[in-house]
Nanobody, 124 residues
């Protein structure tokens, strides 16, 4: 069955870096887009970044431009989210999701499978 498993979340100090991983299995990874979303306590889930099957990435949050990058390794069916210069505003549960294309919304039906999430906590 389709599975997406996030890892790499941790407690980090402000200004620090983390690399999140999304390991996919159970489907033809190469033809799907993979999006990263995050949800902070009391807030809606928001799109952060997405990478298409072609490797082209799309940013959905201006606040992460210049700090976050996304990449994919089709041979390993993995998408990485590299996060640098983290701030307390980046504290959230981070989710990866499979989509037929990139969308910044978690509600429009583009993404049909989600991982369980990984917690990122940035201390100030």
């Amino acid at each position: 069955q389709v599975q997406l498993v996030e890892s790499g979340g941790d407690l980090v100090q402000s200004g620090g870096s983390l690399r999140l991983s999304c390991a996919a299995s159970g489907f033809n990874f190469n033809v799907y887009a993979i999006g990263w979303f995050r949800q902070a306590p009391g807030k809606e889930r928001e799109g952060v970044l997405c990478i298409r099957s072609s490797g082209i990435s799309t940013y959905f949050k201006d606040s992460v431009k210049g700090r976050f990058t996304i990449s994919r390794d089709n041979a390993k069916s993995t998408v990485l989210l590299q996060m640098t210069n983290l701030t307390s505003d980046d504290t959230a549960v981070y989710y990866c999701a499979r989509g037929v294309y990139c969308s910044g919304s978690s509600r429009d039906g583009v993404y049909d499978h989600w991982g369980q999430g990984t917690q990122v906590t940035v201390s100030s």
